[in-house]
């Protein structure tokens, strides 16, 4: 069931990963190690372009909930862009937008 | 002359007086009315004509003086009554300084009981039995009858003096005047002043007054008709016409003697009655003077077998806008159907026998609403209509509105009732124009938001399979500014009730869906959830009820609204609705069933819902729908395989499309939903659990769990009447 993978471009200390494919518990445990990795080194911001992802499960947003709080923890910030308008209605039911915000696009994080 | 010392001159009118006094002692007596200007000394001659009259004896005085503020006070029949039984102890016991040493009413009583006999218990009675705050015609009636009464009771002459009575017509005219003190035979001193006050010192033989007044104001319907004969006889109607408005104005505090005047005009020989009527309601057609100029014709010249006159007249007026309930209802039966139906519909409605935005309308409760229907009947369609009726109502509505776009919006309106009408099967009413029309009504002074006045909405709830939700989701459509629209309906405001809805879809009917709606609302009240009082549960239906279904809405008391209702109320607000396909009922489709049986491996979930995305294709669901719908088969294999443990893990689906429902059916072995976590709660105790029926619940349109043995079994349904694209 390999249906997840995402890619990963860090410049000036933020980062973006774009993702691809079903975001499940096993996508979301990846994306969990992937930013804790980067929050080890120089990067703080990070965007997740979830552009290519049409399909989410509660279990997967848990998850991002939980590093989204890991990494504003430790002074940083993480958005998520290019929503389906699905998964925007998934992320306000289950409250997301209270914790990150939610971009169109990857440029729209440097307005800040 | 408003002090007594300098008080001189007057010989003519007290020679007058004294005249008066000798014939009412001769028992002769009648009433007089004194009118001239304001301060030229009226009421200091009666308060000199009461003095000498009280000295002498002979004769009892009443003096009592109609201030504005007297007249228009809530004790004033009391303080009338208090008033007669002072002066008339004072008067018996020969004692004027009682006149100015107010007593309290129980010592009046007992001090008139024990001084004048029959004449003491009488007045005693009057005043234990008006109560404090007694008011209204009938109340001052009875206080001016016990004048009248005494003095039959004790053979004592009394005159009364009345000072300021114009203060009393003003304020009760309307009520007293036409009918009351006309036709009532206890209240000889207003009828007397009523048919004989023509001109100043127009003299009666009914009882024994002198009455005040200032101006010429009042006239009586005989004086009325005289006048107005005179000058269409003399002057011809351009000069009556000029009276008629002159009068207007002189009349403006007594807007029953100008309506008198216009029945006496219209009635005249040789007048163009109807010229003069309609130069009449020009002037009088604004404000006050409007209802009562038009209660008064609708009363008078029917009676004068003039109904060609009397018909366009109404029709005049309810043009212009000057329909009371009455006149309404009045043209309504006068009106032929057939040539106006709208005007009459427009009659019964302000008559209040037909409203805008009830949910039926019951022909047979009014035989004038009848008649008006069976011209619907025949004119529109060639059988009963009420969806005509409340499309002309709406009509009507909208063309009294005041808003600078009612021109935009009667056509608007007419256009979508139109289509509703189009799409109307003929076999039930449905309430959905009743509501689009009162949407219309209440935006009849301002729309949601518009022209600077921000209207609140209420907040609307939904309850989805026993659970309170944030909102009711439709597409494109604010349902909170439709409760807001409605609410007028339900007698409610904002503040004081909790709006509660459900969309219904699927087309079944409704009965057993309403039956649910209610018992979920009742649950959580229950729970306390929701209010336990002061609900307003809202079905909106996506297709009408069957009898079934209506019975079971109006036995729960359930607002009820439908799709057509909505497109209307939509486009008012400028919104879009996807509506369900028009036309006739297609047969079923055959019933298309997929089975699969998913094993407990990571992230298989992805392949029921894949496999549901190909058919959602082949069944040209709009692919946003698709992606809530593959969101909620996800969450329920997840749950599934949650909770069938490891004993058997495998998961069943069923998808199956029958009868414009897409089911989802998932089926786990294993231990029971039987205690669902909270979000919160299991947010706290594992990431990511819990959330699974909260997002199901909100992505399709229903759930239900069913345990069974040895498992569940949850089936999530979707409606693709709005689900289906192209």
């Not at chain 2, 010989?11 to 028992?27: K, P």
């Not at chain 2, 009045?330 to 008559?351: H, S």
Request: proline residues 5%; charged residues 25%; aromatic residues 4%.
């Amino acid at each position: 069931m390999a249906s997840f993978s995402f890619t990963t471009h860090v410049a000036d200390g933020r980062a973006i990963i774009r993702t691809r494919g079903y975001l499940s518990r096993t996508a979301g445990e990846q994306l969990e190690q992937e930013i804790v990795r980067l929050l080890g080194g120089e990067v703080s911001r990070f965007v997740v372009n979830l552009h290519d992802t049409d399909l989410i499960n509660s279990v997967g947003i848990s998850i991002l909930i939980g590093v989204i709080e890991r990494v504003r923890a430790q002074g940083g910030e993480l958005a998520f862009s290019e929503l389906t308008s699905v998964n925007e209605e998934i992320f306000r039911i289950m409250g997301l937008q209270r914790h990150a915000r939610m971009l169109r696009s990857d440029s729209d994080a440097e307005d800040r | 002359m408003s002090e007594p010392e300098r008080f001189f001159g007057r010989v003519e009118e007290l020679r007058q007086l004294r005249r008066e006094a000798r014939l009412l002692v001769r028992g002769q007596g009648r009433s007089r009315v004194l009118c001239a200007r304001p301060g030229s000394g009226k009421t200091e001659l009666l308060r000199q004509w009461h003095g000498r009259l009280f000295l002498e004896g002979e004769i009892f005085p009443f003096l009592f003086g109609f201030s504005r503020e007297m007249a228009d006070c809530p004790t004033f029949c009391r303080d009338f009554v208090l008033a007669l039984a002072l002066q008339a102890l004072a008067f018996r016991r020969r004692d004027p300084l009682l006149l100015a040493r107010p007593l309290p009413a129980a010592d009046l009583a007992e001090g008139l009981r024990s001084s004048w006999g029959d004449g003491g218990v009488l007045l005693a009675e009057a005043l234990n039995g008006l109560e404090p705050s007694a008011s209204g015609p009938a109340a001052l009636a009875r206080a001016a009858l016990v004048p009248q009464r005494l003095a039959a009771l004790t053979g004592t002459r009394v005159l009364c003096l009345f000072d300021d009575m114009g203060n009393l017509a003003a304020a009760h005219a309307a009520p007293l005047w036409p009918e009351e003190a006309i036709a009532s035979p206890i209240a000889p001193v207003l009828a007397t002043l009523e048919n004989e006050c023509l001109l100043p010192r127009v003299f009666g033989d009914v009882s024994a007054s002198l009455m005040t007044f200032d101006r010429l104001g009042p006239l009586s319907a005989e004086a009325a008709s005289r006048l107005a004969r005179h000058l269409a006889r003399t002057a011809g109607l351009e000069l009556a016409d000029r009276a008629i408005t002159a009068l207007a104005g002189e009349c403006a505090g007594s807007p029953f003697y100008l309506g008198v005047l216009v029945r006496a005009l219209a009635d005249g020989p040789g007048t163009g009655a109807l010229d003069v009527v309609r130069a009449a309601a020009s002037a009088a057609c604004e404000g006050e003077l409007a209802r009562y100029w038009v209660e008064l014709l609708a009363r008078a010249i029917p009676d004068r077998r003039t109904r060609a006159t009397a018909l366009e007249i109404l029709t005049y007026c309810l043009r212009e806008g000057a329909g009371s309930p009455d006149a309404g209802r009045l043209a309504a039966r006068m009106l032929k159907p057939e040539a106006d139906v709208e005007l009459a519909l427009a009659g019964l409605a302000r008559a209040g026998v037909v409203r805008v935005g009830c949910a039926r309308i019951d022909v047979d409760a009014d035989p004038v609403l009848h008649d008006v229907v069976q011209a619907l009947y025949r004119r529109e369609f060639g059988r009963m209509t009420p969806p005509a009726v409340v499309a002309a109502l709406a009509a009507e509505k909208v063309r009294a509105a005041p808003s600078v776009r009612r021109k935009l919006w009667r056509e608007a309106v007419r256009s979508a009732l139109r289509g509703i009408l189009g799409a109307w099967d003929g076999q039930q009413v449905p309430s959905d124009l009743f509501d689009a029309a009162a949407f219309l009504v209440r935006t009849g002074a301002g729309a949601v938001q518009e022209g600077g006045d921000v209207i609140t909405l209420p907040q609307v709830v939904s309850v989805a399979s026993g659970r309170v939700g944030s909102g009711v989701s439709l597409p494109g459509l604010e349902v909170d500014a439709l409760a807001w629209a409605l609410r007028a309906e339900t007698g409610t405001t904002d503040a004081d009730v909790a709006w509660v809805a459900r969309l219904l879809t699927g087309g079944t009917g409704g009965a057993e869906q309403l039956s649910q709606f209610d018992r979920d609302v009742a649950a959580l009240q229950m729970a306390g959830e929701l209010p336990a009082t002061r609900v307003v549960r809202w079905a909106i239906l996506e297709s009408p009820l069957d009898s079934a279904g209506a019975a079971t809405a109006a036995r729960l008391r359930l607002s009820t609204s439908t799709w057509p209702q909505l497109e209307v109320l939509a486009g008012r607000l400028g919104v879009a609705v996807v509506l369900p396909p028009q036309g006739p009922v297609t047969p079923a489709e055959p019933t298309l069933e997929i089975e699969m049986i998913i094993p407990r491996v990571a992230d298989v979930e992805l392949v029921a819902a894949r496999a549901l995305e190909q058919l959602a294709e082949n069944l040209a669901i709009d692919p946003v729908v698709t992606g809530r719908l593959k969101v909620a088969v996800v969450e329920a294999c997840i749950n599934a395989f949650e909770h069938a443990g490891v004993a058997d893990g495998r998961v069943r689906l069923v998808f199956s499309v029958a009868g414009g429902r897409l089911q989802m059916r998932v089926e786990n072995r294993g231990r029971p939903l039987a205690a669902l976590p909270s979000p919160a709660v299991a947010g706290r105790e594992a990431r990511g659990r819990g959330w699974g029926l909260t997002l199901i619940r909100e992505l399709v349109d229903e759930v239900a769990l069913e345990p069974r043995e040895d498992g569940v079994s949850l089936l999530m349904v979707k409606h693709l009447g709005r689900a289906v694209h192209g």
